[in-house]
């Protein structure tokens, strides 16, 4: 591997003449003096056999060859400065990568605005999101997969922090013959119609998920898909409020009028997955989806 011959130094110099306008502008930018800059920016034409500046009148102006010079040097020493803060970050315990598992029934808004708020404050942390379903965030906790999980299950072995409770709600189409009934409806009612399920994510998939035994079913794997289906007229299901609260207001959907089991609550619990080694991230990032949770106010 070719080391370089040309200090970071040197190339602030180039820069600071072109963004400057000249030498002695550069200069007094850099608290140098004009000639130290002079040398630095000729140090760089010599090694590299190349002329990056020609004279007009008093300016400086750059050659094509300057130009792609100016232009790999600004990409140069900002890679430079984001490495030195990188590193800075880490030494003061902060995370490069953080994975963490959320349940698809945690209002999608929230969680965003939550690793936002994280990204202000640590923008070089990478974050890694995986969108789960039932067993599926308590398996990425498991297998290490993950730092943090928003789970509506518990591991064994694992404590966690409630969070939040979702509500679940019955409903069909406006239109569906479900809602035409005059009359409450019971479990056999149901069973006529086509139920929409979401899958569980895990590999050991829970059977007892599904609550509702039915002769028609489809199941899909994402809320929003079945959140469609439901829309379309193609069966009833039981979704997050917060998510179909908009269909709800516009009637183009209907809470299902059960005489039990209308409305369902799923506690969310969080989860750091290693409480004694968390690192500050991962603390951090768990405090700021607390607080949100906790100044989130339902409509």
Same mark, same amino acid.
């Given at each position: 591997?070719?080391?370089?011959?040309?200090?970071?130094?040197?190339?602030?110099?180039?820069?600071?003449?072109?963004?400057?306008?000249?030498?002695?502008?550069?200069?007094?930018?850099?608290?140098?003096?004009?000639?130290?800059?002079?040398?630095?920016?000729?140090?760089?034409?010599?090694?590299?056999?190349?002329?990056?500046?020609?004279?007009?009148?008093?300016?400086?102006?750059?050659?094509?060859?300057?130009?792609?010079?100016?232009?790999?040097?600004?990409?140069?020493?900002?890679?430079?400065?984001?490495?030195?803060?990188?590193?800075?970050?880490?030494?003061?315990?902060? !995370?490069? /990568?953080? %994975?963490?598992? =959320? $349940?698809? @029934?945690?209002?999608?808004?929230?969680? +965003?605005?939550?690793?936002?708020?994280?990204?202000?404050?640590?923008?070089?942390?990478?974050?890694?999101?995986? !969108?789960? /379903?039932? %067993?599926?965030? =308590? $398996?990425? @906790?498991?297998?290490?997969?993950?730092? +943090?999980?928003?789970?509506?299950?518990?591991?064994?072995?694992?404590?966690?922090?409630?969070?939040?409770?979702?509500?679940?709600?019955?409903?069909?189409?406006?239109?569906?013959?479900?809602?035409?009934?005059?009359?409450?409806?019971?479990?056999?009612?149901?069973?006529?119609?086509?139920?929409?399920?979401?899958?569980?994510?895990?590999?050991?998939?829970?059977?007892?998920?599904?609550?509702?035994?039915?002769?028609?079913?489809?199941?899909?794997?994402?809320?929003?898909?079945?959140?469609?289906?439901?829309?379309?007229?193609?069966?009833?299901?039981?979704?997050?409020?917060?998510?179909?609260?908009?269909?709800?207001?516009?009637?183009?959907?209907?809470?299902?009028?059960?005489?039990?089991?209308?409305?369902?609550?799923?506690?969310?619990?969080?989860?750091?997955?290693?409480?004694?080694?968390?690192?500050?991230?991962?603390?951090?990032?768990?405090?700021?989806?607390?607080?949100?949770?906790?100044?989130?106010?339902?409509?």
């Amino acid at each position: 591997m070719m080391h370089p011959q040309i200090t970071l130094e040197q190339w602030r110099s180039l820069i600071a003449v072109v963004e400057a306008g000249g030498y002695a502008q550069a200069a007094e930018k850099l608290y140098k003096s004009q000639s130290a800059v002079t040398y630095a920016v000729q140090k760089i034409e010599t090694l590299l056999e190349v002329k990056a500046f020609k004279i007009q009148g008093r300016k400086a102006m750059l050659t094509l060859t300057g130009q792609m010079l100016y232009r790999r040097a600004l990409a140069l020493v900002e890679e430079a400065g984001d490495l030195e803060s990188a590193a800075h970050a880490l030494s003061a315990g902060w !995370e490069a /990568v953080i %994975g963490i598992a =959320s $349940e698809i @029934l945690f209002p999608s808004h929230i969680l +965003l605005k939550c690793l936002d708020r994280f990204g202000q404050e640590s923008p070089r942390t990478r974050v890694e999101l995986i !969108e789960s /379903v039932l %067993g599926g965030t =308590s $398996e990425a @906790l498991q297998s290490g997969e993950v730092d +943090l999980a928003i789970s509506p299950q518990l591991p064994t072995g694992v404590l966690g922090e409630l969070l939040t409770r979702i509500r679940l709600i019955a409903v069909a189409h406006a239109d569906h013959p479900l809602n035409r009934q005059s009359r409450e409806l019971t479990n056999r009612d149901l069973r006529a119609h086509r139920h929409l399920v979401v899958r569980d994510s895990g590999v050991k998939r829970d059977l007892r998920a599904v609550t509702v035994e039915v002769d028609q079913r489809w199941t899909v794997s994402q809320v929003e898909t079945s959140i469609r289906a439901v829309c379309m007229g193609y069966g009833f299901a039981w979704l997050p409020e917060e998510h179909i609260r908009d269909e709800l207001d516009r009637g183009i959907l209907r809470p299902l009028s059960l005489r039990e089991g209308g409305v369902r609550e799923i506690p969310l619990y969080l989860i750091v997955a290693d409480p004694d080694f968390a690192g500050s991230g991962v603390r951090r990032l768990a405090e700021i989806i607390k607080q949100e949770v906790g100044s989130w106010t339902i409509p």
